[in-house]
């Protein structure tokens, strides 16, 4: 059963628009969520995380918003740029499952920015 | 630079062969992970380890075996009884041994069996 959920496949904007990419989760016991950055070919890198005592962690142009009680989450990235195009995973955890070593990943969405 | 090396970054194989992807990581972390991923299935846990000498099974586990006799390498065999083996192959590694902090991806290993 998928733990984490990334129901947009693709998504596409108009570059200098704002993206955003959607999460949910159905393990209450998560909290810590990550974003992760993959490019064809590549591995994926780190983007962007938050813990589930925020509800919003901002980097740059890259924000992440969390909503507990809907198990939801979502990336928006303001502007959007071409070089932002890649697939976008969302992961969740859980730091109190000691001895776990895991990370819940959703399928992905695949974001194209549009010069 | 401190990083994960996988390789090779193609391989073809036979039905019925074994093959080996290797991960080395020189960034001195404790766990590490291999991980698969296929189209529109995300990424999905092999085995991880979080010590020397010792590995966990993870979601599909299945015709792998890994081994971790050193720290910073954590190769991975395909076996023949995996079913499906053609898929792209990811190893990751983690600072601690709990369940903090980022994944540190490698570049993949692409397995293509004809």
């Known amino acids: 059963d998928q733990q984490v959920k990334q129901n947009s496949p693709s998504l596409s904007v108009q570059e200098g628009r704002i993206s955003i990419l959607n999460c949910d989760y159905t393990?209450?016991?998560?909290?810590?969520f990550l974003w992760y950055k993959k490019y064809p070919a590549e591995g994926p890198t780190f983007l962007i995380s938050?813990?589930?005592?925020?509800d919003k962690n901002e980097d740059g142009r890259f924000t992440v918003f969390l909503n507990k009680s809907a198990k939801h989450l979502s990336l928006h990235i303001v502007p959007s740029q071409p070089g932002d195009s890649a697939v976008y995973f969302c992961?969740?955890?859980?730091?109190?499952?000691?001895?776990?070593?895991?990370?819940?990943f959703g399928t992905g969405t695949r974001l194209t920015v549009i010069p | 630079d401190g990083g994960i090396t996988q390789s090779p970054k193609y391989l073809f194989r036979k039905e019925g062969q074994n093959v080996t992807l290797s991960c080395e990581q020189n960034?001195?972390?404790?766990?590490m992970y291999w991980y698969r991923q296929d189209p529109g299935q995300g990424l999905r846990l092999i085995y991880y380890?979080?010590?020397?000498?010792?590995?966990q099974k993870g979601d599909i586990a299945e015709g792998y075996s890994v081994s971790r006799e050193k720290k910073e390498s954590f190769p991975l065999t395909v076996t023949s009884a995996q079913k499906n083996p053609t898929a792209f192959y990811l190893c990751?590694?983690?600072?601690?041994?709990?369940?903090?902090?980022?994944?540190?991806f490698g570049e993949g290993s692409r397995l293509t069996v004809l």
């Open positions: 990751a590694s983690r600072a601690g041994r709990t369940n903090t902090g980022e994944l540190f």
């Open positions: 393990n209450s016991m998560f909290d810590y």
């Open positions: 938050i813990s589930s005592i925020k």
């Open positions: 992961a969740a955890s859980s730091r109190r499952k000691t001895g776990a070593n895991n990370l819940f």
């Open positions: 960034l001195n972390h404790d766990a």
């Open positions: 380890s979080q010590i020397v000498n010792d590995f």
